[in-house]
């Protein structure tokens, strides 16, 4: 991991900051917190060298103020990765690659954040978002979610509208990851279908060993290998072991058979730390990490496959999508 | 014979006239063309929207004729440097005014894009210059109304990170941390005395990231407490005299009069009127507010009118040096001060202290963040309970 430090694709620290501390970010210590899975120090020790933080808000700020508090996260994480030196704001895969730091990517969890505006899309680009989930656990007025939590926008047989298709080709356009986490499994069919750009799953795990519903069955897993995408395992206990109880062995369990399916090429880490309260024995912090690549090594997983999933298969995704400057399609002031 | 004589008396004065006309003409284009003009204020992205609903594909900025402003016109209105404005009306206030407020700033992003060869997107004096240079319209953003970002440092950060270079404190409506003009006609109620302590955050914010205040449309308490409290100076994006025309979105002498400090604060004059030189010369700027308003002077029909009025106020005998300064050199210069401001501050950290919710409460607004008390024992009796229903409710 020393080689290849690891790009994990979602965690919700910036919901902890909003939830415990109105984002005051003086009060919270950022590089040593024993109330959360994430803090400097840990980071460190779990050999993070790059994390996609998730600019979420509640599926109850929908058609209120939504748009607002996603602006608000999205300054926070901001603040959070350009005030202290170990960590670093990057918007492009180069930049990732080559951070020495930890490098932070903003990512948006809810189509909700957008208001159904494309505007606000570009908007959110330019302000460094480089990957949305198109929902959480509510339904847009132009995507499913997974969950039924909430009654509005419920469809039959329109899980992503032409408004979403128009949705998924701007993120195309402009070079931002469509992630599918939370997304109902017809809409990302639909997705994988209309995207002309690798898709991810940024916090998801294999159906085939947990039958929940955030996770993803194994027909899907060949769609998204045809589109040439990306499954980041989550290590939330209720999603890998279908109960309170899990360990470092189920976690890996997941990877052996997405493996199987469709090649460890297609596999990366999204283990969902601070979004949720119960994590495996083992993996309980940021900073355990490498007890999930001791086991794969065990499990007889080669240097390449391991580096693939730590970094290589995220970078080769986001590469094709966002090379370019962010700014260059937005402004003439090159 | 004495006909006669006066016959060519008046062709020889009208041609006279005309010649010295035309000669005030030339020189005011000359003027013009050594120094960048820099206007405070055109509404054209909200034109964009109501008439387009901002689907710039459809329209093409060279043929368009039924605005004030077009490409053509810019350029023989000699502008060098536009702030555009970014407005949402009032009515979105408490609804969706901030994501109104991102078209708005998109479609002027795109508008740039979409003629490079005429705009140039800017974000600072430097680039106003460098647009200068390149003979193009240096395009900048400033958001109309307090409004827009909906009570939220973050939100008015993050359109600082969008390229917008001011904010209008407020338009034609109260925030909740700021009054705005109509109080001081009576038609509305004050709210808060001027700006209430979050309003305060809000100028010492905008100071240290390095955000233009524009007092265009507050109320004179307003007008008055941030000029207590900003160590930067700050603009009037388009107002007039208040002593020439007595509406009260224009400038009292007494407020004016506090703008020629040492920190040298601008105001955009209104072409509305004609003006008077009160303070000199080094708080005068240009903000048409074409497209913004349905009546204009005759003669200064739409934007590429303005050599006519240099030309008139180079016949009342302003200097070439006062109508530079005008034109905008106290512009830059004011931008630059506010740039040095924000610079002298780049240890401060941002302020992260949200409005008190009581404040702000509405139907729109959730309040999410502020269940959680500060005190470290009610965090944990809630905790648990607090923390599961979140989580649920996040995850499935």
Not at chain 2, 178 to 204: C, M, Y
Request: glycine share 6%; proline share 3%.
């Amino acid at each position: 991991m020393t080689k290849y430090p690891l790009i994990d694709g979602h965690n919700d620290l910036a919901l902890r900051l909003r939830m415990h501390f109105k984002n005051k970010l003086s009060n919270f210590s950022i590089h040593d917190n024993s109330n959360f899975a994430t803090d400097i120090r840990r980071l460190a020790a779990g050999h993070v060298g790059g994390q996609v933080f998730a600019a979420y808000v509640l599926c109850t700020a929908q058609d209120k103020d939504a748009v607002r508090l996603t602006l608000e996260q999205i300054d926070v994480i901001r603040r959070m990765c350009t005030e202290n030196p170990e960590m670093e704001l990057v918007t492009t895969a180069e930049g990732m690659r080559n951070s020495t730091k930890i490098a932070c990517l903003i990512s948006i969890e809810g189509g909700h954040s957008i208001d159904s505006s494309l505007p606000a899309l570009r908007m959110f680009y330019q302000l460094g978002v480089r990957s949305m989930a198109l929902t959480h656990n509510c339904n847009t007025p132009w995507a499913e979610s997974s969950a039924s939590l909430y009654p509005n926008y419920q469809r039959k047989n329109n899980s992503l509208t032409d408004f979403g298709k128009a949705v998924v080709n701007e993120m195309n356009r402009l070079g931002m990851l469509v992630d599918l986490s939370h997304s109902s499994w017809e809409t990302a069919r639909s997705v994988l279908k209309h995207s002309t750009a690798p898709v991810l799953f940024s916090h998801s795990s294999a159906y085939a060993i947990c039958n929940n519903v955030r996770n993803i069955p194994d027909d899907l897993l060949l769609l998204l290998k045809e589109n040439g995408g990306l499954i980041m395992v989550n290590f939330y206990s209720s999603f890998v072991a279908c109960s309170h109880n899990a360990n470092v062995s189920i976690v890996a369990d997941h990877f052996d058979h997405i493996k199987r399916v469709i090649g460890a090429e297609s596999i990366g880490i999204g283990a969902d730390y601070d979004g949720a309260q119960g994590f495996p024995k083992g993996l309980e912090d940021v900073s355990k990490y490498p007890a999930l690549i001791e086991e794969l090594i065990s499990r007889n997983w080669t240097e390449e496959e391991l580096a693939g999933v730590l970094r290589l298969n995220f970078l080769r995704v986001s590469f094709y999508l966002f090379f370019k400057n962010s700014y260059s399609l937005l402004s003439c002031s090159q | 014979v004495m006909d006669w004589v006066k016959t060519v008396c008046l062709v020889l004065w009208v041609f006279t006239f005309n010649s010295v006309a035309d000669d005030l003409k030339e020189h005011a284009l000359k003027l013009m063309t050594d120094t960048p003009l820099i206007d405070g204020h055109n509404d054209l992205p909200w034109q964009m929207k109501s008439l387009f609903n901002n689907q710039l594909n459809t329209v093409d900025l060279y043929k368009l004729n039924s605005t004030h402003t077009n490409i053509p016109k810019i350029k023989e209105g000699h502008i060098s440097a536009q702030f555009w404005a970014a407005y949402v009306p009032c009515n979105t206030q408490y609804k969706d005014a901030v994501r109104q407020t991102l078209e708005q700033i998109d479609v002027i992003h795109r508008m740039c894009h979409k003629y490079p060869e005429v705009f140039k997107f800017a974000t600072s004096s430097q680039d106003i210059l460098d647009a200068f240079e390149q003979n193009k319209t240096a395009s900048l953003i400033g958001v109309e109304g307090g409004h827009s970002i909906d009570s939220s440092l973050g939100t008015l950060r993050t359109m600082y990170q969008l390229g917008v270079r001011y904010l209008t404190i407020t338009h034609s409506c109260n925030t909740p941390w700021a009054d705005n003009w109509l109080v001081d006609t009576g038609s509305e109620p004050e709210a808060h005395g001027g700006l209430s302590d979050f309003g305060k955050q809000v100028i010492r914010e905008m100071n240290r990231i390095g955000m233009l205040i524009d007092l265009s449309h507050v109320s004179e308490k307003v007008m008055n407490q941030v000029l207590d409290i900003s160590e930067a100076p700050v603009i009037f994006s388009h107002s007039s005299a208040y002593s020439i025309c007595n509406h009260k979105r224009n400038v009292p002498d007494d407020v004016l009069m506090r703008l020629v400090s040492a920190t040298l604060t601008h105001v955009h004059f209104h072409i509305h009127k004609a003006y008077v030189l009160l303070a000199g010369s080094s708080i005068i700027g240009f903000g048409g507010d074409y497209d913004g308003v349905p009546r204009v002077p005759d003669g200064l029909e739409d934007v590429s009118k303005y050599p006519d009025l240099v030309a008139e106020l180079l016949s009342r005998k302003w200097s070439d040096e006062e109508i530079r300064d005008a034109l905008g050199r106290n512009l830059l210069r004011v931008f630059r001060e506010v740039e040095e401001v924000r610079d002298h501050q780049n240890g401060t950290k941002p302020d992260d202290i949200p409005i008190p919710f009581k404040e702000v409460q509405n139907s729109c607004r959730t309040d999410f963040g502020y269940q959680y008390a500060s005190s470290s024992t009610c965090i944990q009796s809630f905790y648990p309970v607090v923390l599961v229903l979140t989580l649920l409710n996040k995850l499935l």
